[in-house]
T-cell receptor
Framework: SQQGEEDPQALSIQEGENATMNCSYK?????LQWYRQNSGRGLVHLIL?????REKHSGRLRVTLDTSKKSSSLLITASRAADTASYFC???????????FGAGTTVTVRA | EAQVTQNPRYLITVTGKKLTVTCSQN?????MSWYRQDPGLGLRQIYY???????DKGDVPEGYKVSRKEKRNFPLILESPSPNQTSLYFC??????????FGSGTRLTVV
């Protein structure tokens, strides 16, 4: 079943601007992950944040996790045209590797 | 190069004709999984496997079979494909809660 819900469904920004998308989920989690998908291609793992962590950085990516609100956000700073893609959050409920994906946020970066 | 390889990339078939989509990973991962992706629905899990000879149903297993006879291979079998199984299919693998590695996808059309 779909656990995470991304918001907004679509986002269009100018190159150089920041892009923020959110993910809300329903039940307690072990970890939350973000993935990127270029049109019709396989998903690429971006970052994993565990339930006992509040913030993580990877290059131009910043992920926050608020377990009290059951929500996470992904911030892409100084966006580039190559960041145009769909972004998915996925929640891991236990340590058994199973992930549930949301429907994704489509990000378009305009040159 | 560490990767998950799916074949074929594209497949058009007729209703009722059995088919197999292969998936192989070269990372010695214990966990493997199949997802289907449909517009507006995100990724839905079909089957997963925790290790050799251990498989379990995901959220949408009807009409599919899998097997895990070797650690590296996890084929998806459609015994009698129907048009509602037209979709984009992804295989993924993982060794722990460090994120999935996805294959490039198989676009299946059943007419």
């Amino acid at each position: 079943s779909q656990q995470g819900e991304e918001d907004p469904q679509a986002l269009s920004i100018q190159e150089g601007e920041n892009a923020t998308m959110n993910c809300s989920y329903k039940t307690s989690i072990n970890n939350l992950q973000w993935y990127r998908q270029n049109s019709g291609r396989g998903l690429v793992h971006l970052i994993l944040i565990r339930s006992n962590e509040r913030e993580k950085h990877s290059g131009r990516l910043r992920v926050t996790l608020d377990t009290s609100k059951k929500s996470s956000s992904l911030l892409i700073t100084a966006s580039r045209a190559a960041d145009t893609a769909s972004y998915f959050c996925a929640t891991g409920l236990t340590n058994d590797y199973k992930l549930s994906f949301g429907a994704g946020t489509t990000v378009t970066v305009r040159a | 190069e560490a990767q998950v390889t799916q074949n074929p990339r594209y497949l058009i078939t007729v209703t009722g004709k059995k088919l197999t989509v292969t998936c192989s990973q070269n990372m010695n991962h214990e966990y493997m999984s199949w997802y289907r992706q449909d517009p507006g629905l995100g990724l839905r899990q079909i089957y997963y496997s925790m290790n050799v000879e251990v498989t379990d149903k995901g959220d949408v297993p009807e009409g599919y079979k899998v097997s895990r006879k070797e650690k590296r291979n996890f084929p998806l079998i459609l015994e009698s494909p129907s048009p509602n199984q037209t979709s984009l299919y992804f295989c993924a693998s993982s060794s722990s809660n460090y994120g999935y590695t996805f294959g490039s996808g198989t676009r299946l059309t059943v007419v």
